[in-house]
Protein backbone atom coordinates (compact mmCIF):
# COMPACT_ATOMS: atom_id res chain seq x y z
CA UNK A 1 0.00 0.00 0.00
CA UNK A 2 2.86 2.32 0.89
CA UNK A 3 4.33 1.79 -2.59
CA UNK A 4 0.96 2.49 -4.35
CA UNK A 5 0.84 5.94 -2.37
CA UNK A 6 4.19 6.44 -3.40
CA UNK A 7 3.81 6.46 -7.10
CA UNK A 8 0.74 8.02 -6.56
CA UNK A 9 2.19 11.14 -5.03
CA UNK A 10 5.41 10.93 -7.34
CA UNK A 11 2.54 10.78 -10.22
CA UNK A 12 0.95 13.92 -9.24
CA UNK A 13 4.25 16.09 -8.30
CA UNK A 14 4.94 15.35 -11.76
CA UNK A 15 1.81 16.12 -13.00
CA UNK A 16 1.84 19.67 -10.80
CA UNK A 17 5.20 20.79 -12.43
CA UNK A 18 4.65 20.24 -16.01
CA UNK A 19 1.31 22.06 -15.29
CA UNK A 20 2.85 24.85 -13.75
CA UNK A 21 5.92 24.67 -16.47
CA UNK A 22 3.07 25.16 -18.98
CA UNK A 23 1.55 27.86 -17.36
CA UNK A 24 4.93 30.34 -16.90
CA UNK A 25 5.98 29.27 -20.32
CA UNK A 26 2.77 30.76 -21.75
CA UNK A 27 2.67 34.28 -19.77
CA UNK A 28 6.25 34.94 -20.79
CA UNK A 29 4.70 34.71 -24.32
CA UNK A 30 2.60 36.93 -23.50
CA UNK A 31 4.72 39.48 -21.30
CA UNK A 32 6.97 39.50 -24.10
CA UNK A 33 8.62 42.62 -25.15
CA UNK A 34 8.80 42.64 -29.06
CA UNK A 35 10.17 46.32 -29.10
CA UNK A 36 12.71 47.96 -26.70
CA UNK A 37 12.83 52.12 -26.86
CA UNK A 38 15.84 53.04 -24.79
CA UNK A 39 16.36 57.31 -24.63
CA UNK A 40 19.77 58.01 -23.94
CA UNK A 41 20.33 60.41 -21.24
CA UNK A 42 20.74 64.45 -21.30
CA UNK A 43 22.30 66.44 -19.42
CA UNK A 44 21.06 70.16 -17.86
CA UNK A 45 20.79 72.75 -20.68
CA UNK A 46 20.58 76.31 -20.24
CA UNK A 47 16.87 77.79 -22.43
CA UNK A 48 17.13 77.99 -25.75
CA UNK A 49 20.41 75.34 -26.46
CA UNK A 50 20.22 72.78 -28.82
CA UNK A 51 20.15 68.95 -27.34
CA UNK A 52 20.31 66.31 -28.86
CA UNK A 53 17.73 63.20 -28.43
CA UNK A 54 18.95 59.61 -29.02
CA UNK A 55 16.63 57.26 -28.95
CA UNK A 56 17.72 53.82 -29.29
CA UNK A 57 15.27 50.84 -30.86
CA UNK A 58 15.87 47.42 -30.96
CA UNK A 59 13.45 44.93 -32.36
CA UNK A 60 12.15 41.28 -30.41
CA UNK A 61 9.97 40.39 -33.20
CA UNK A 62 11.00 37.15 -34.99
CA UNK A 63 10.44 38.60 -38.56
CA UNK A 64 10.91 42.03 -40.06
CA UNK A 65 8.36 44.77 -40.23
CA UNK A 66 7.88 47.98 -40.57
CA UNK A 67 8.53 50.23 -37.38
CA UNK A 68 7.74 54.49 -37.07
CA UNK A 69 9.62 56.08 -34.32
CA UNK A 70 8.73 59.57 -32.92
CA UNK A 71 9.07 62.03 -30.24
CA UNK A 72 6.88 62.51 -27.41
CA UNK A 73 6.89 65.02 -24.52
CA UNK A 74 4.70 66.78 -21.51
CA UNK A 75 5.59 69.99 -22.84
CA UNK A 76 5.80 71.56 -26.10
CA UNK A 77 9.52 71.60 -27.27
CA UNK A 78 11.08 73.03 -30.03
CA UNK A 79 12.90 71.66 -33.06
CA UNK A 80 15.31 73.88 -34.59
CA UNK A 81 15.61 71.28 -37.92
CA UNK A 82 12.40 69.81 -38.02
CA UNK A 83 10.34 67.26 -36.16
CA UNK A 84 11.20 64.08 -38.52
CA UNK A 85 8.97 60.88 -37.82
CA UNK A 86 10.95 57.73 -39.08
CA UNK A 87 9.59 54.59 -40.49
CA UNK A 88 12.16 51.49 -41.20
CA UNK A 89 12.05 48.09 -41.83
CA UNK A 90 12.98 46.36 -38.02
CA UNK A 91 14.41 42.84 -37.98
CA UNK A 92 15.23 40.74 -35.17
CA UNK A 93 17.59 42.01 -33.02
CA UNK A 94 18.44 44.43 -35.42
CA UNK A 95 19.54 47.83 -33.29
CA UNK A 96 18.61 51.57 -35.08
CA UNK A 97 19.55 54.93 -33.28
CA UNK A 98 17.31 58.01 -34.72
CA UNK A 99 18.40 61.73 -33.60
CA UNK A 100 16.86 64.70 -33.21
CA UNK A 101 17.83 68.19 -31.99
CA UNK A 102 15.36 69.87 -29.50
CA UNK A 103 15.45 72.94 -27.47
CA UNK A 104 13.24 74.17 -24.43
CA UNK A 105 13.20 76.71 -22.04
CA UNK A 106 12.01 74.71 -19.71
CA UNK A 107 12.32 71.70 -17.87
CA UNK A 108 10.36 68.90 -19.50
CA UNK A 109 9.85 65.04 -20.15
CA UNK A 110 10.86 64.06 -23.54
CA UNK A 111 11.61 60.75 -25.01
CA UNK A 112 10.35 58.72 -28.01
CA UNK A 113 7.76 56.15 -29.26
CA UNK A 114 8.38 53.06 -31.46
CA UNK A 115 5.18 51.76 -33.01
CA UNK A 116 4.63 48.42 -35.11
CA UNK A 117 3.11 49.36 -38.69
CA UNK A 118 1.07 47.89 -41.14
CA UNK A 119 2.96 49.21 -44.37
CA UNK A 120 4.79 47.15 -46.17
CA UNK A 121 9.14 48.90 -46.36
CA UNK A 122 10.34 45.77 -45.76
CA UNK A 123 12.05 43.82 -48.70
CA UNK A 124 9.66 41.69 -50.36
CA UNK A 125 9.31 38.01 -48.76
CA UNK A 126 10.23 39.58 -45.69
CA UNK A 127 7.63 41.60 -43.95
CA UNK A 128 5.68 40.21 -41.07
CA UNK A 129 3.00 41.64 -38.49
CA UNK A 130 3.38 40.51 -34.61
CA UNK A 131 0.08 39.32 -34.06
CA UNK A 132 -2.83 41.60 -32.55
CA UNK A 133 -2.49 39.81 -28.90
CA UNK A 134 1.11 40.94 -28.24
CA UNK A 135 2.31 45.06 -27.34
CA UNK A 136 2.54 46.66 -30.51
CA UNK A 137 4.75 49.35 -29.18
CA UNK A 138 7.74 50.46 -27.14
CA UNK A 139 7.47 53.82 -24.92
CA UNK A 140 10.52 55.68 -23.29
CA UNK A 141 10.85 59.46 -20.99
CA UNK A 142 13.75 61.34 -19.62
CA UNK A 143 13.50 64.26 -17.98
CA UNK A 144 15.54 67.50 -19.74
CA UNK A 145 16.50 69.64 -16.85
CA UNK A 146 16.77 73.27 -17.99
CA UNK A 147 18.41 75.42 -15.86
CA UNK A 148 19.01 79.96 -15.63
Same mark, same amino acid.
Given at each position: ?10 I ?16 A ?23 ? &????I ?16 ? &? ?8 F ?21 R ?42
Amino acid at each position: MSCLQALCSNIVAIFLGLCLQLLTTGEAVDMQKLLDVNVAPMGPAKPRENIE &LACRIQSFWTGCTAVKVYTQSN &LPIDFPFGNFNYTYCACHRETKTFYWTIQSHRTVNVGCKAVFLLDDVCPEGQNSVPPQSKRRYGSNMKTLEISN
